[in-house]
């Protein structure tokens, strides 16, 4: 039996503005097995954000239910959401989304001080994380000093920090250009496969599309179709062939 | 499913902890910082001045020695015209818009942060607390320094209008006149304009920093300013 760690249950985001209702998501039913790296794709509006919102629990959906690890997070206290974000969830978003307040190494402590991780401990362990990703030598520069790549490895390096079992990530490389997106995804491909990390990631980038295992496409808020690595690898030859 | 583990409570920081991440993020957006607490100082300032010249106008017509151009019959009934009493308040207007307005920009700014606090485990509680800390540091030097200056202010103008008997008269204490008129003093006006900086500087900060925490990260991260 394939070990669950995400599943959705009929998920139903509606956003309300004034009399508008927008049905961003429309039930959505898919389940995501330990060690995966799926990735989600669709055109622009389609419901991937909102998606990972419901699954990283940044947000509640309207209907229907979020499970990880078997807890159906709608039953969750705040103090047990603030936990799962903490332990279990590394978040990685298109924008960074860095403290501007903190250096590269304050960004990675973050979260441990949240987790009551002690001083020494934890800074030892945004220097190994920070290394691991290639910044050992910008460990103590704000991201305002970084570039766009060396911002997201920051942002890779504090979604690392707690150990988490899953690596969510929206859009990470839609603001870097083709060789550093390059990078970023091999970085996150590397953690899934060494660490076996869950990686769920919502892209518009092809190059996502030969690292994953598998591809969810959304459209309207349903999903579309799900493929698998080997139906992939056809089309990816394909797209290939045709260059 | 096959795994159910179960998740644990988030913990409380340690006060130590919170103290230290608003000090080094008071510290790093400087700039901000001085410009926000300079919003309550200018508010204090007005403030104080103007409470501080109408103490000392009044010690002075009580020691027989105000200046010609106050209406001496008023003032002599009333100890407090209705003209001072006008800017008194509205000085205390003035002051109150201004400091809950800069409290209220530098809040919005930082809705993303907050809600990027929030996706690495940060509580609800840690969020109000991070800018009860701040903000109550910002109002408390801002309303010192403002009271201060408007001190200075209204020294200056008394100087000029009073010359050197200013300070045989100064009603720095707390004084009971003669005829039945309470004078508060400078000293206490200046404790009660640092007081109020610091406690409108808080609701005006703490306030909007616990709607933005009680909001999703989600929407929380989505604002733009
Ligand atoms: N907070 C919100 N309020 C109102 N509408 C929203 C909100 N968030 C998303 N939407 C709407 O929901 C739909 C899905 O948005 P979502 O951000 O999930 O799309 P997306 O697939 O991530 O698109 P992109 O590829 O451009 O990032 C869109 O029509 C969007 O306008
Ligand atoms: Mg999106």
Redesign the interface.
């Known amino acids: 039996m394939p070990d669950i760690v995400v599943k959705t249950e009929d998920v139903v985001k509606e956003y309300r503005m004034g009399s508008n209702v927008l049905r961003a998501l429309d039930g959505i039913n898919i389940e995501i097995e330990r060690g995966e790296y799926i990735s989600l794709m669709g055109p622009s509006g389609s419901g991937k954000s909102t998606l990972f919102n419901m699954i990283g629990a940044l947000d509640r959906p309207t209907e229907g239910e979020v499970y990880i690890d078997g807890q159906n997070m709608s039953h969750l206290s705040q103090r047990q959401i603030a936990a799962f974000r903490c332990h279990r969830v590394g978040y990685i978003f298109q924008s960074y989304n860095l403290l501007n307040v903190r250096t590269a190494h304050g960004n990675v402590t973050l979260p441990m001080i949240f987790a009551g991780i002690p001083d020494k401990e934890r800074n030892e362990k945004a220097e190994k994380l920070l290394d691991m990703v290639g910044l050992g030598d910008r460990m103590y520069h704000l991201p305002d000093e970084l570039s766009g790549g060396q911002r997201q490895r920051v942002a890779i390096a504090r979604a690392l920090a707690n150990d988490p079992s899953i690596v969510l990530a929206d859009e990470p490389t839609a603001n870097l250009d083709t060789i550093t997106g390059r990078e970023i995804i091999d970085l996150i491909k590397q953690l899934n496969l060494k660490q076996g990390v869950t990686v769920i990631s919502a892209t518009h980038d092809l190059k996502m599309l030969d690292v994953s295992d598998r591809i969810v496409d959304i459209r309207d808020g349903l999903v579309e179709r799900i493929r698998n690595r080997d139906e992939i690898e056809i089309e990816v030859g394909e797209v290939g062939g045709h260059e | 499913?096959?795994?159910?583990?179960?998740?644990?409570?988030?913990?409380d920081?340690p006060f130590v902890?919170s103290l230290r991440?608003s000090f080094?993020?008071l510290k790093?957006?400087f700039g901000r910082s001085i410009i926000t607490t300079a919003g309550i100082t200018l508010g204090i300032a007005f403030l104080v001045s103007v409470w501080t010249n109408n103490e000392i106008e009044l010690a002075l017509q009580e020691s027989g020695r105000s200046s010609a151009i106050t209406n001496l019959d008023e003032a002599a009934e009333q100890g407090i015209s209705t003209k001072d009493i006008w800017l008194i308040i509205m000085s205390l207007i003035v002051c109150v818009v201004g400091i809950a307005n800069s409290m209220l920009m530098a809040v919005t700014e930082r809705f993303?942060?907050i809600?990027?606090?929030?996706?690495?485990?940060?509580?609800?509680g840690?969020v109000v607390r991070l800018f009860l800390l701040e903000s109550g540091f910002q109002g408390f030097a801002g309303a010192l320094i403002g009271a201060l200056i408007g001190l200075l202010g209204a020294v200056i103008l008394g100087l000029k209008n009073y010359g050197l008997d200013l300070f045989f008269y100064f009603p720095l204490l707390p004084a009971q006149h003669e005829n039945g008129a309470f004078q508060l003093g400078v000293l206490l006006l200046i404790l009660f304009g640092c007081i109020l900086g610091m406690i409108l500087a808080i609701i005006g900060s703490s306030f909007p920093a616990w709607r933005a925490a009680k909001l999703?990260?989600?929407?929380a991260?989505r604002t733009e300013v």
């Open positions: 499913m096959q795994q159910q583990t179960p998740i644990e409570e988030q913990i920081l902890e991440i080094q993020s790093i957006r993303r942060e809600g990027t606090m929030k996706c690495l485990g940060a509580l609800d840690f999703p990260p989600a929407e991260m």
